[in-house]
């Protein structure tokens, strides 16, 4: 699996949007982008993933670039409890492929009033 | 909809004392079952996985095993606790299907060897 790079922290003031950069210039053709958050002492919460098309959810939307070396997660409207570390990953999809899930040391985001 | 129960959630053993740690999962059948530990400011580390029952992978040497011995029933085991398993583990499930195969996480274990 290809290995991403994030900004190890970033701050967000409370109410704004949130863009957290990351790269992953080794990414293979059919190598997913996943994001997942981790809040204190909780296990990690899936946020959304994508493959070439930029993606939108209930939580965040997911930007990647057309030559599929940088992606973008953006929080539209941070709260406090969207402080925690967010991790970008690239994996194949299917575990019998090799599609492990591995994690980095992530960004840490704080949300500020 | 699927839920994953991890427990306990918290334990302190004694270094050398036996550790069963439990999962399982419902609302889905055949998931790909999956251990992880993170040490303290670490990122994740993946342990083990499982594809099916009685199937059991290993990614690292240690002084730990897993067992599946049901479909959605997915256990971590030492006989001998060493200082350095302490942490915090997490038991994860995926569903090999479409596009994605999105991993879940329960709510995780924190273990303090003493």
């Known amino acids: 699996d290809a290995k991403t790079t994030q900004p190890p922290s970033m701050d967000c003031a409370e109410g704004r949007a949130a863009n957290l950069p990351c790269n992953h210039s080794t990414i293979s053709g059919n190598e997913y982008v996943y994001w997942y958050r981790q809040i204190h002492s909780q296990g990690p919460q899936y946020i959304i993933h994508g493959l070439k098309n930029n993606e939108t959810n209930e939580m965040a939307s997911l930007i990647i670039t057309e030559d599929r070396k940088s992606s973008t997660l953006i929080l539209p409207h941070a709260t406090l409890r969207d402080t925690a570390v967010y991790y970008c990953?690239?994996?194949?999809?299917?575990?019998?492929?090799?599609?492990?899930?591995?994690f980095g040391q992530g960004t840490e985001l704080s949300v500020k009033p | 909809s699927q839920t994953i129960h991890q427990w306990p959630a918290t334990l302190v053993q004694p270094v050398g004392s036996p550790l069963s740690l439990e999962c399982t999962v419902e609302?889905?059948?055949?998931?790909?079952l999956y251990w992880y530990r993170q040490a303290a400011g670490r990122g994740l580390q993946l342990l083990f996985y499982?594809?099916?029952?009685?199937?059991i992978s290993s990614e690292v040497p240690q002084n730990l095993s897993a067992s599946r011995p049901q479909d959605r029933q997915f256990i971590l085991s030492s006989k001998k606790l060493l200082l350095s398993d302490s942490g915090f583990y997490l038991c994860?499930?995926?569903?090999?299907?479409?596009?994605?195969?999105?991993?879940?996480f329960g709510e995780g274990s924190w273990l303090t060897v003493v």
């Open positions: 609302g889905t059948s055949n998931p790909n």
């Open positions: 994860a499930w995926s569903v090999t299907r479409g596009s994605g195969n999105t991993i879940y």
């Open positions: 990953i690239v994996r194949v999809a299917f575990y019998n492929q090799g599609g492990k899930l591995i």
């Open positions: 499982s594809v099916g029952i009685g199937q």
